[in-house]
C-alpha cells in the first residue's frame, strides 16, 4: 500500500490549507488517518476515518478545527484545516490501518506515506 500526501505548505495564523492523501485501492476496505511530527516530539495523532467514511475521531487539539473526509472513488482521503495556530506546525502524515475502523494509537496503523510539511508563521 502506499500513500503519498500532499498540500502542505506556509500559511499564517488563522488561515487554512487541505491536505490530500493518495492512499491506493488496497486501502479502500481500510480506515486511514493523520498523524503529525515536530523534531525532538513523539508522533502526534490528529484524526482517523473509517473504511467507508461513516465514522471519523479526532485529536482533542484539532476537534472542531479540522475536519477530515475521503472520496473513495477517487481513493483520497482530505485533512481540511481551518484556523491554524502555529503549535499546528508539523510534518503531516497519511497512514493506513489494519482495520476498518481506526483509533489513536500509532500500532494500529501498518502502512506510513512520506509526509509534508505544514508551516504556520505567527
Known amino acids: 500500500v502506499q500513500l503519498q500526501a500532499s498540500g502542505g505548505g506556509l500559511v499564517q495564523t488563522g488561515g487554512s490549507l487541505r491536505l490530500s492523501c493518495a492512499a491506493g485501492?488496497?486501502?479502500?476496505?481500510?480506515?486511514v488517518g493523520w498523524f503529525r511530527q515536530t523534531p525532538g516530539k513523539e508522533r502526534e495523532f490528529v484524526a482517523t476515518?473509517?473504511?467507508?467514511?461513516?465514522?471519523?475521531y479526532y485529536a482533542e487539539s484539532v476537534k472542531g478545527r479540522f475536519t477530515i473526509s475521503r472520496d473513495r472513488t477517487k481513493n483520497t482521503v482530505y485533512l481540511q484545516m481551518n484556523s491554524l495556530k502555529p503549535e499546528d506546525t508539523a510534518v503531516y502524515y497519511c497512514?493506513?490501518?489494519?482495520?476498518?475502523?481506526?483509533?489513536?494509537?500509532?500500532?494500529?496503523?501498518?502502512?506510513w506515506g512520506q509526509g509534508t510539511l505544514v508551516t504556520v508563521s505567527s
Open positions: 485501492r488496497t486501502s479502500s476496505n481500510n480506515a
Open positions: 497512514v493506513g490501518s489494519r482495520y476498518a475502523s481506526g483509533g489513536s494509537e500509532v500500532g494500529q496503523y501498518r502502512y
Open positions: 476515518i473509517s473504511w467507508n467514511g461513516g465514522a471519523t
